[in-house]
């Protein structure tokens, strides 16, 4: 879970995939204390970011992106994370981690495989609405 601290959070998102754009839209009403960043997996900051496992086609989550604290979440791992960080009834849903990893990320494997056909794909990353632009990296 997430400490009383004040947490920084870089998400790295299919940024051409219809699901995953809801999913950065969600977030991004959901965030009260505005920590966390976004970043497309095409996009320039995924390009330098050392850390990011290779061919990653996924959703990446990193707390405290840069520092000594810094944690780096895939997949499964990433959602629920992002879910206690938003809270409310959303801290409960996070609480799934409780189910193996395996399962957990079979299920999210499973979706991930279907999304451009279930929920649409883009030519180009959307561009963000106004309102939520300095939250988004390049």
Request: glycine share 6%; hydrophobic share 40%.
């Amino acid at each position: 879970m997430f400490a009383t601290r004040k947490q920084t959070c870089l998400v790295f998102y299919d940024g051409v995939c219809g699901l995953c754009d809801r999913a950065v839209h969600f977030l991004l009403v959901r965030d009260a204390t505005q920590a966390i960043r976004f970043a497309p997996l095409q996009g320039e900051t995924a390009r330098k970011h050392s850390q990011l496992p290779p061919a990653t086609d996924s959703i990446v989550l990193i707390v405290d992106p840069g520092t000594n604290h810094q944690q780096i979440y895939l997949r499964s791992d990433a959602m629920l994370r992002l879910l206690d960080h938003i809270g409310g009834f959303w801290r409960i849903v996070s609480w799934l981690r409780i189910v193996p990893r395996p399962l957990r990320d079979s299920i999210y494997d499973a979706v991930a495989k279907r999304r451009y056909r279930w929920f649409g794909k883009f030519d180009v990353c959307h561009i963000p609405p106004e309102e939520f632009r300095d939250r988004f990296l390049p």
